[in-house]
């Protein structure tokens, strides 16, 4: 055997080797959610892509589930066990709008088949209309079925291996990550110092008064578009859609830029679908607790018993925070919420 021969071969035998012990690693870590084990070294998880990682997590787990949970980041903190009377799914994600849950559901539906409930968090700012570039952008971004061949190449990556490490690091020492999910699914978040959360609260109003409730504001109907094509294409599963309950600080901003009569319009809609509608928002019991949130908008982990206690339980037509809102009370309801509403000034 010749000289190039024996130097292709060592060659060729060296890069299968690296990668087969990338893959490995890779695998042993599991950072996108493709097997299911659990160790010391993966029990954290880090946040990478959350389409991505609880895509892999539903299609390639072994698991039994008969409802799912849509919604943006204010519902990914919400636990699947404290739903007691179903098998949930949390399939919420960071930065979703109401036209890509018919993408995910079908996702859903492929592997798990229709589901018996469809629990939805319903946001307000999605009310806000987008250029159609970012409507495009959301009606492509469904997931894709996952193959064996995807799986693979996703444990020879590079960049795969980057999210290894990190996450071997976040096990090592968990204060390093702010967002860590564990091996079912769950969210944690680390919560903010004080003069740190203060200070993302602030900013947060502000973005919310001079962009997503600013003067170029145009009120867009996808929530309550998304909701009937939902119910036409899921006519057997109950359908509950909660308002994520925004803290009252940032509610004050809402009605300061003059929003109150578009979520007055927005509650209307909802309500008109014959969807079973739970609204959270506004001043209440909960939302004016400042250590029920991380943030403006966002509410802490350990909120997601009690949330998840107020949507079974106003599905049902009781009443305390969160009122469920029908076409007989709609008018009551946003009377009430006028009056309670206290516009805020920023300094």
Not at 201 to 207: P, T
Not at 323 to 342: K, M, P, W, Y
């Amino acid at each position: 055997m010749n000289q190039s021969k024996k130097y292709l071969l060592v060659l060729a035998a060296t890069t299968t080797s690296i990668c087969v012990a990338v893959a490995v690693f890779n695998a042993w870590i599991d950072p996108l959610w493709i097997f299911g084990h659990s160790h010391s070294w993966n029990q954290h998880q880090i946040s990478i892509n959350q389409r991505v990682q609880k895509s892999n997590y539903l299609y390639f787990g072994d698991h039994a589930y008969d409802s799912v949970l849509l919604g943006d980041s204010r519902s990914t903190t919400l636990r699947e066990s404290d739903f007691s009377n179903m098998r949930l799914f949390n399939y919420s994600l960071n930065s979703t709008y109401p036209d890509e849950y018919e993408g995910l559901l079908a996702f859903y539906s492929s592997i798990q088949g229709p589901p018996k409930n469809i629990l939805i968090g319903m946001a307000f700012f999605t009310t806000r209309s987008r250029i159609k570039s970012e409507r495009d952008t959301a009606k492509s971004s469904a997931p894709e079925t996952p193959s064996v061949l995807d799986a693979v190449q996703s444990l020879v990556s590079l960049d795969t291996l980057r999210y290894t490490l990190r996450t071997i690091r976040a096990n090592a020492d968990p204060l390093r990550e702010r967002y860590l999910y564990d091996r079912s699914n769950t969210l944690t978040i680390r919560p903010l110092a004080n003069d740190r959360r203060e200070h993302a609260v602030q900013r947060q109003l502000r973005e919310y008064r001079t962009i997503r409730y600013g003067s170029d504001y145009v009120y867009e109907d996808i929530g309550p578009k998304a909701l009937l094509r939902i119910r036409k294409q899921y006519p057997n599963a109950n359908v509950v859609v909660f308002t994520t309950p925004i803290s009252a600080e940032l509610f004050g901003v809402l009605v300061e830029s003059g929003r109150f009569e578009d979520y007055a319009r927005w509650l209307g809609d909802l309500v008109a679908t014959g969807t079973t509608v739970i609204d959270m928002m506004g001043v209440n019991a909960f939302t004016t607790t400042t250590a029920n949130y991380l943030d403006a908008h966002h509410f802490h982990t350990n909120q997601s018993s009690a949330i998840a206690e107020i949507v079974q339980i106003r599905s049902e037509g009781q009443t305390t925070v969160g009122q469920r809102v029908t076409q007989d009370n709609l008018s009551e309801h946003i009377r009430a919420q006028r009056q309670g509403a206290t516009p805020i000034r920023l300094p």
